[in-house]
């Protein structure tokens, strides 16, 4: 099982990363750090925050998630624009500390950009919310 994410996860980027007819030219830039409020029915307790980055790497965006007091980040993954709907970003990760589980996570970009998504781990069976906004810089 573990040889199969790893190769279905290999599979699914390879294939984003070469598509050029997956990005969207209208796609707004999203780059920066966001913080974020979410409920997880599966962590104790259920509501938590973290700050969210997202570097843009071409078409494709490097996302990381840092949970509130601490510097490092607690997953790590890769999110992508479709070009036919492009206030949402969809992304894959995985947290280091579990290799074996990877998360999926699509966002709604509303017009005052902040955040609005949805999660589902690959070993759970329901999903989570998350909201965020970004920091401005000063």
Known sequence: MRAIN???LATMLGVLAVSPSVYSADA???S???KCSYHDPFTTPNDGTETVVFKK???VYKVSGIPTGSV???YIGKGIFNKDVPNAIGYIFWQPKSPTVTTVQIF???PDGSLDG???ESN???GGTETCTKVTQQ
Do not use: E, M
């Open 72 to 74: 490092f980040p607690y």
């Open 32 to 34: 920066g750090s966001y």
């Open 124 to 126: 759970k069976d329901k």
């Open 118 to 120: 949805v999660f589902a």
């Open 57 to 59: 790497n071409g078409d």
């Open 6 to 8: 790893k190769l279905s």
């Open 28 to 30: 707004s830039d999203i």
């Open 108 to 110: 709604t970009i509303k």
